[in-house]
């Protein structure tokens, strides 16, 4: 995509139709036809018994790669120590440390490499056994953009994923105009409110955008409100059915004719929780030195975030710190055929979590009605400059976790296209040691003449 400070040119898209090769890499077999691979990933024997043989073979060489990233960072931790009781440290051992600090990053490099591997491989089967492909790149025009996006979503550590992402979001604005929109969901505590959410977050605010007039930004972001509310009731309607207490986070972004200024685009970013946007940038802003810099477009809704705190806490409940900071229930509750004694949740805003939304429903004394968790999306809007703005991610906690918005942004400019950048900061993320699920979405655009 480019290098810091340099000017950003995504790498031209094969064409189809031009000879391009349908490849199955773990059976090293070309194809006529995107229908022709498609067929040999969900139907062929051979095909899954390669996908298990690889990726075996990948996590016998993770568990290799560990005994050696252990082995590199007890050496430097040694050399470390060596450093600190000498008064001058020789030019031998500084360039020894040097060497020990390269392998380090490079066998996690690799580390991270092998468990892609396994990732693409667990896509792979899950392709065979349902015989969908889940879209992962996109490409759409609106107004006079034409954008580009791509997703990368890994399961890592985590027994089950209970990540989502959306790249075909196209809502219909009353006037006619094409609405883009891209988004990523983060579920906890079970996956039915994460799929709920990926399956109706688009379908509400087109059906919320078509009460109103024009799609004018205040309409949209009422749309956006009351839709978050629509499919939050939806889904809690179903969890008191059940007394389910699966919960998600959002992020998504919406790109939109500005109805207002024909010919220019912007941009709607709408967050519930803690995945986070931010738009790579050359804008002249307070505080920018030039070149490229890492603008975060939403604020992470952790408990500790002191209005939400103090929101949470007027309602009764209670914010402690429990491995990470929680939102808590401020005593036992009756749910789902238990006597929990405490319940809580690493975020302030989301969707679903029905103990947290109707406390006094459950058996809960000290809490106020009006939810100590709810689902209000923080919006904000402005106008994209295809110039300037470069790109947008979208990723969960996961990511955010363990990179800073600035070097998620950095590793996406070293990269050619979006679908490099996605992977490349899921690369990163994994080996900088998260075991959450993690997925990103990279979005940029380019300009219609």
């Known amino acids: 995509m480019a290098r810091p400070g340099d000017v950003i040119e995504l790498a031209p898209k094969k064409d189809a139709s031009k000879g391009a090769d349908f490849v199955c890499f773990p059976c090293k077999r070309k194809f006529p036809s995107d229908n022709a691979l498609s067929r ?9 018994r390669m996908i298990d043989k690889e990726a075996d073979r990948m996590r016998k060489r993770k568990n290799e790669l560990i005994a050696a990233i252990q082995s590199v960072r007890q050496h430097l931790v040694e050399a470390e120590e060596a450093a600190n009781n000498q008064t001058h440290v020789s030019e031998g051992a500084q360039r020894h440390r040097m060497l020990l600090d390269c392998q380090l990053q490079q066998l996690l490099k690799e580390y991270a490499q092998a468990h892609s591997i396994i990732e693409d491989r667990r896509d792979a089967k899950a392709e065979s056994k349902t015989g969908v492909k889940q879209v992962k790149v996109k490409e759409v025009t609106v107004g006079n953009l034409k954008l580009s996006a791509a997703a990368a979503c890994w399961q890592g550590n985590k027994d089950f994923q209970e990540d989502r ?20 969901m983060d579920g906890h505590s079970g996956s039915l409110c994460v799929d709920h959410v990926a399956g109706s977050i688009g379908k509400d605010i087109e059906k919320c955008l078509s009460t109103k007039q024009t799609s004018s930004e205040e309409n949209l972001i009422q749309a956006v409100n009351e839709a978050c509310t629509l499919t939050d009731d939806d889904f809690l309607t179903k969890a008191r059915e059940m007394e389910d207490n699966d919960g998600s986070t959002l992020i998504l972004a919406l790109i939109y004719p500005d109805i207002s200024h024909p010919g220019h685009c912007r941009l709607l970013v709408a967050n519930i929780g803690d995945s986070r946007a931010v738009l790579c940038t050359s804008r002249s802003l307070p505080g920018s030195t030039g070149g490229l810099m890492a603008l975060p477009l939403s604020v992470d809704h952790k408990p500790n975030r002191e209005d939400e705190k103090a929101r949470v806490e007027a309602l009764g409940g209670v914010i402690d710190f429990q491995g990470v900071w929680r939102v808590f229930t401020p005593g036992p509750a009756k749910f789902g055929g238990q006597n929990i004694q405490r319940w809580g949740l690493a975020v302030s805003r989301a969707f679903g ?9 459950y058996d809960v004394a000290g809490v106020a009605p009006g939810g100590l968790v709810n689902c209000v999306p923080e919006i904000q809007a402005m106008e994209l ?63 219609i003449e």
Not at 40 to 48: G, I, N, Y
Not at 169 to 184: D, H, L, Q, T, Y
Not at 353 to 361: A, C, F, G, H, R
Not at 398 to 414: H, I, R, T, Y
């Open 353 to 361: 979590d029905l103990l947290l939304k109707e406390p006094e429903k």
């Open 165 to 184: 992402f959306v790249l075909e979001m196209e809502i219909e604005s009353p006037e006619g105009n094409k609405i883009a929109g891209f988004a990523v």
């Open 40 to 48: 040999h990933v969900t139907k062929s024997d051979v095909h899954r």
């Open 385 to 447: 400059q295809p110039n300037d703005d470069r790109f947008i991610i979208l990723a969960c906690d996961g990511v955010w976790d363990v990179l800073s918005s600035e070097e998620a942004v950095s590793v996406c400019a070293e990269c050619e296209g979006e679908k490099a950048a996605c992977e490349a900061v899921l690369r990163r993320t994994y080996a900088s040691n998260s075991d959450d699920n993690i997925t990103a979405v990279v979005l940029s655009w380019t300009e």
